[in-house]
C-alpha cells in the first residue's frame, strides 16, 4: 500500500472510485442519501423512531422521549409531558388557601418545604400576613435542609444515571437521616405541610436542634467523600465534560433558571439578587459554571458541579441563620377563614431545580380566582428539545439527567 | 447596614422602577399600543394592544434600557362577562431581565420587591387570538401551549400548537370558567374537584 492511500480522499481510493471529477476532490458521503448511493442498496440506512419511557429509570420519572435516530445520533427529539398532571392549579381555584397549601407539596416532590416556601411568601403577601421573624429563620432553615436533600439525591441519581451505583448508595445514607430530621419536625417524610400561611407548624425542640448540628457535620464531612467517587472520577468526568452544552444564550432564551442557569455563567440567584425572606442577612457564594476541574461552561459536569458546592453554601447558610436566630413565636394569628382582599401577586423563589414562581388573583373570596404556578423543570426539560439534537443517545441520559427534573413539578 | 441612608429618598414616587422604565420604552417605540398601565402596588402591569405583540416584545428584549432576555412566565388568566358580554381572556406575560443584573437601579425597590414585568394582553372570549412570542423567547413555546391547553387561548402564527399536559381528545379547557368537569373520561370516573 503506498503512502498516498492513508490521506482521506486520494490515492488508490480515487482510482477504484467511479468517481471521475476533473481533478477536484471526491465529495465526501456527508449526508444519508449519498452514503446510500456510494455504499449501495444493500446496506441501506434509515432514521429510527425510538421511544424512551414513560417507564424508563433513566428518565427520573413519568417522561416519554421520542427520538429519531441516525445509528448512534439523535437527529431529532421530542419530550411529551403530562402523565402526571393532577390539575394543581384547577384545585388552587376550588379550595381555600389554607387547604391548598399541601397542594403545593406534591409540585416538585423532592423540594416540598421550598415551593411551601414561596407559596406562602405569595399568600401572605397578597393578604398582608406578616410573619414572625423567627418563623422567617425556621423557614429559611428548613427549606436550605430541604435543599441539601434534593442536591444529594440529584448528586446521586446522576452517578446512577451514568452507570455508577455506589454514589447513588452512599449519598443515601446522609439523605435517610435528613428526612428523619424534616420527619421529626413536621411528621412527614417526603410532603410536609410544615411552612403554612403565617409561620410554621412547630417550633424547633433543643433535641432536634442537636440532631441537625450532628447532621451537618455529617454531611460536611461526607461531602469530599462523594466527590471522590464521582466528580473526580476520571470516568464520570469523561462522561459528563463537554456534553449537552447549553450555553448562555440558549440558557436564557428557553428560559432556563437554577443550576442549568448558573452553570451557563449568568450569575444569578433570586435569594442574593432579589433576596426574600431573610436571606439578604447571609452571607453566601454563589457558585457559577467555570471550567475549572474538567470541561467547560454550561455542560453536564458544570451543572453537576453546582449543585456540589451549593450543598457547601447552603451548610453555611444553616449554621449563620441557627447562630442569628431570634427567640419569639413561629406563628402569626392568623383568623379562622382567611381571605386575601382583591389583587394580584407574583413571587417567585429559588428551588433547588430553578425559580419556582406562584401567581395569584384574588377576587376577595377566601378562594383565589387564579392561581398559576411557573415549575423550574418545566423550562428546563423544553430546552432538551433543541440542545439533544446531534447528542448520541448515551449522552442523552446524561444531558436528561443532568437537567435533574421532577416531573411532578413538569406537569403539576 | 451600608445603604441605610439611601432608603428615605425611594418613597417619593410610589411607582415601580422597572415597570416605569419598560412602560417609557413602549410610549416612545410602540405608543400606540399601550393600553393601560398600573405603577404601584404589589403588582404593577402594563396592558398592550394583541396587534404586533411579538415586534413590541423584540423591543423589550433589545431595547438598552430594557433588556427583558428571559420570559418567566405565560399566563391566561379567564374573566367571563355577564348576560350580553361575552368576557375577556387575559394574558400575562412575566418578563425579567439578567443583563440588568449589574444595574444598580434596576433594583431599586419598590413595594414589589422583584425586578420582574408584568405585560398584559386582553382579548375577546370568544375569539382568544394572541400573536406568538415564540420567535423572541424560545421558551415561550410550551408556555403558550399550556395556555391553550389549560385556558384555550390561541396563538397565532406559531407552528404545532397543540395540548401539552392533557390527553389530545381532552373536553374543553378546564381552567376557563365555564367547564363543565365531564362525569367520565373513556369510562374513568372523574371527581370535580369541587367535591374534593
Request: glycine share 12%; proline share 8%; aromatic share 6%.
Given at each position: 500500500m503506498s503512502d498516498a492511500g492513508h490521506t482521506p480522499g486520494g490515492g488508490d481510493v480515487a482510482e477504484r472510485?467511479?468517481?471521475?471529477?476533473?481533478g477536484e476532490p471526491a465529495p465526501s458521503p456527508s449526508s444519508v442519501h449519498e452514503r446510500q448511493e456510494l455504499v449501495g442498496r444493500d446496506l441501506r440506512t434509515e432514521e429510527l423512531v425510538l421511544n424512551i419511557g414513560?417507564?424508563?429509570?433513566?428518565?427520573?420519572?413519568v417522561l416519554r422521549v421520542v427520538i429519531k435516530t441516525d445509528g448512534e445520533f439523535v437527529r431529532e427529539l421530542e419530550p411529551h409531558v403530562?402523565?402526571?398532571?393532577?390539575?394543581a392549579e384547577k384545585i388552587g381555584e376550588s379550595v381555600p388557601y389554607y387547604q391548598w397549601l399541601p397542594y403545593v407539596?406534591?409540585?416538585d416532590y423532592l423540594a416540598a418545604m421550598c415551593n411551601e416556601h414561596v407559596a406562602a411568601m405569595a399568600i401572605e403577601k397578597l393578604g398582608g400576613v406578616e410573619v414572625p421573624e423567627r418563623a422567617e429563620y425556621c423557614r429559611v432553615i428548613i427549606a436550605e435542609v430541604q435543599r441539601i436533600l434534593s442536591h444529594l439525591m440529584a448528586i446521586g441519581v446522576y452517578g446512577l444515571d451514568l452507570g455508577a451505583f455506589t454514589p447513588f448508595l452512599h449519598q443515601f445514607r446522609e439523605r435517610e437521616r435528613g428526612m428523619d430530621l424534616l420527619d421529626h419536625i413536621?411528621?412527614?417524610?417526603?410532603?410536609?405541610?410544615?411552612?403554612?400561611?403565617?409561620?410554621?407548624?412547630r417550633d424547633f425542640s433543643r433535641e432536634w436542634l442537636d440532631e441537625l448540628d450532628a447532621w451537618l457535620a455529617s454531611v460536611e464531612r461526607r461531602l469530599p467523600e462523594y466527590n471522590t467517587l464521582l466528580l473526580n472520577n476520571r470516568v464520570f468526568q469523561q462522561r459528563t465534560a463537554h456534553i449537552g452544552l447549553i450555553n448562555e444564550e440558549t440558557a436564557k432564551r428557553w428560559g432556563v433558571t437554577g443550576p442549568g442557569l448558573r452553570a451557563a455563567g449568568?450569575?444569578?440567584?433570586l435569594r442574593r439578587d432579589?433576596?426574600?425572606?431573610?436571606?439578604?442577612?447571609f452571607e453566601f457564594e454563589v457558585p457559577c459554571g467555570e471550567s475549572g476541574i474538567a470541561?467547560?461552561?454550561?455542560d453536564c459536569f458544570n451543572r453537576h458541579w453546582i449543585r456540589v458546592r451549593e450543598v457547601e453554601e447552603s451548610l453555611k447558610i444553616i449554621r449563620q441563620a441557627l447562630a442569628q436566630m431570634p427567640e419569639g413565636p413561629t406563628m402569626a394569628k392568623m383568623p379562622k377563614s382567611f381571605k386575601a382582599p382583591k389583587g394580584e401577586i407574583y413571587v417567585r423563589g429559588e428551588n433547588p431545580r430553578g425559580e419556582l414562581g406562584v401567581y395569584i388573583v384574588s377576587?376577595?373570596?377566601?378562594?383565589?380566582y387564579r392561581i398559576r404556578c411557573r415549575g423550574p423543570s418545566f423550562s428546563n426539560i423544553a430546552v432538551i428539545t433543541e440542545v439533544?439534537?446531534?447528542?448520541m443517545i448515551a449522552d442523552l441520559v446524561a444531558l436528561i439527567g443532568s437537567q435533574d427534573i421532577v416531573l411532578g413539578e413538569v406537569d403539576r | 447596614m451600608a445603604d441605610a441612608p439611601e432608603e428615605p429618598e425611594t418613597p417619593a414616587s410610589n411607582a415601580d422602577p422597572v415597570t416605569e422604565r419598560a412602560l417609557g420604552v413602549l410610549e416612545t417605540e410602540?405608543?400606540?399600543?399601550?393600553v393601560a398601565s398600573e405603577m404601584t402596588g404589589a403588582h404593577p402591569w402594563i396592558q398592550v394592544k394583541a396587534e404586533g405583540l411579538a415586534d413590541l416584545m423584540r423591543t423589550l428584549r433589545d431595547h438598552d434600557d430594557t433588556?427583558?432576555?428571559?420570559?418567566?412566565l405565560i399566563t391566561g388568566v379567564d374573566y367571563p362577562g355577564k348576560g350580553k358580554d361575552v368576557g375577556e381572556i387575559e394574558v400575562l406575560y412575566h418578563l425579567c431581565s439578567y443583563?440588568?443584573?449589574?444595574?444598580a437601579a434596576y433594583f431599586k425597590?419598590?413595594?414589589?420587591?422583584?425586578p420582574w414585568v408584568a405585560i398584559k394582553v386582553r382579548v375577546p372570549r370568544d375569539a382568544p387570538n394572541v400573536p406568538t412570542v415564540m420567535e423572541v423567547w424560545t421558551g415561550a413555546d410550551w408556555h403558550e401551549r399550556e395556555t391553550y391547553d389549560l385556558v384555550g387561548v390561541r396563538f397565532t402564527?406559531?407552528?404545532?400548537?397543540r395540548r401539552i399536559?392533557?390527553?389530545?381528545?381532552?373536553?374543553?379547557?378546564?381552567?376557563?370558567?365555564?367547564w363543565e368537569t365531564p362525569a367520565s373520561y373513556h369510562g374513568i370516573p372523574i371527581i370535580a374537584p369541587e367535591d374534593l
Open positions: 472510485d467511479v468517481y471521475t471529477g476533473a414513560p417507564q424508563h429509570p433513566a428518565t427520573h420519572g403530562g402523565n402526571l398532571h393532577r390539575c407539596d406534591r409540585m413536621s411528621g412527614g417524610r417526603l410532603l410536609y405541610h410544615y411552612i403554612q400561611i403565617g409561620g410554621v407548624k449568568v450569575d444569578w440567584d432579589v433576596p426574600y425572606s431573610v436571606y439578604d442577612r470541561g467547560e461552561l454550561g377576587d376577595g373570596k377566601p378562594t383565589a439533544a439534537r446531534g447528542t | 410602540h405608543a400606540d399600543s399601550v433588556q427583558l432576555d428571559c420570559c418567566h443583563a440588568k443584573r449589574e444595574d425597590r419598590a413595594e414589589k420587591n422583584d402564527g406559531r407552528p404545532d400548537l399536559l392533557l390527553p389530545e381528545d381532552w373536553p374543553g379547557h378546564p381552567l376557563r370558567k365555564d
